[in-house]
């Protein structure tokens, strides 16, 4: 699926047949204008005469996606690439949270050569240039991590000896979870690949797992297509569980990333900007469903929508919520319903909490068949 390239002498693992997807995807247009925003390269959707899906160019630094697929195997085989291009760029732009260091013994840094905020070529290159037995004692790169946390002093060994360090820096949860440490690991893996991983394998596996979570973040089930891939890159029962790390720290990245630049989408998507337009929108439903009972309980021209507003503005929307979800399961009038169901997934995106994983956590409201 991806134009990753296999590392000479490394076995090449075949794909067993998993099967496509061929359902729709609700709001499948706010999720790729989502996608597109937080992808690091352009995403062009065309033709192309090859069987794969899609994949990800190093070289043109792109990603196309074979057209004519569903809406979920085009949204998950983009997700998939996405992937690629985060945790797999090799013209990825320097990070500022993440630097590195180059020392000539990893247990005492400042005995013997030492070099710091290197960049990721650089830090290479100057240990590639230190002898080993100089001094015997274990040349390494260290990472530098610089995100404000009390890991932000000093380095950690990342590489030592040619050999990369991931059982020592996943113990610490923070290195755990971070996308940068998560990152450079990889990127080591380019350059010292005898640690233990087949990279084309490791790379297709952590991919696609990275799709799937994301999609079931959002309520979309691949896993009819997805299961089936990963086995078909799974070297062994172990390996899953080495990258587990770095499929949960690159998902978290694009889900934190995607549900800010979709909510925007959805609130362009209805035309409902402003807490004020949200309320009008309310406002008229109801009017629409009970005008009488409405005008009973209005105490005023305008009042209801103006404690509307404010609920919307302070976050008390429970009972908004309840009213619009007792609308769509009653189910009598479906263009009432449907419409109910749009402003649920608005209103959603005016939450304190601006995370939209409550938005589309049913199967049945991230999709449709």
Sequence with gaps: ??????????????????????????????????????????????????????????????????????????????????????????????????????????????????????????????????????????????????????????????????????????????????????????????????????????????????????????GIDTSDYSLGYVSSWLEDEDQLMENLDSIKACSSEIIDKMDITLKQAIQEKYDIHTSEEMAVEIDRYIQDMDLYGYRDQEVHPGSICKETMRDIQEGHTAHIEKFLQETINDDRDVKMSEKAKDLLKCLKTFQKENSLESLTRSRHRGMKR
């Design 1 to 218: 699926m991806s134009q990753t390239s296999q590392i000479e002498g490394k076995k090449e693992y075949p794909l067993t047949f998993a099967d496509d997807l061929r359902f729709d995807v609700e709001d499948f247009d706010c999720y790729m204008q989502a996608l597109k925003e937080v992808a690091p390269v352009p995403i062009e959707i065309q033709k192309f005469r090859s069987a794969a899906k899609g994949y990800f160019s190093n070289s043109e630094q792109k990603i196309v996606i074979q057209s004519g697929m569903s809406e979920a195997q085009t949204l998950k085989t983009a997700i998939h690439e996405v992937a690629h291009s985060y945790l797999h760029n090799k013209n990825d732009p320097e990070d500022h949270k993440l630097t590195y260091c180059v020392a000539e013994c990893a247990e005492f840094p400042s005995y013997g050569e030492y070099h710091d905020n290197l960049t990721l070529d650089k830090a290479i290159q100057l240990y590639e240039r230190i002898p080993s037995e100089r001094l015997n004692a274990g040349k390494c790169i260290g990472l530098e991590l610089h995100d404000d946390s009390i890991y932000s002093e000093g380095m950690f060994p990342l590489v030592v000896d040619g050999k990369i360090q991931i059982d020592a820096i996943n113990t610490i949860k923070h290195y755990r979870e971070s996308f940068e440490v998560q990152k450079a690991i990889m990127d080591m893996r380019e350059y010292f690949p005898d640690d233990g991983y087949s990279l084309k394998s490791t790379r297709e596996l952590q991919a696609e797992s990275i799709a799937y979570v994301v999609c079931r973040h959002y």
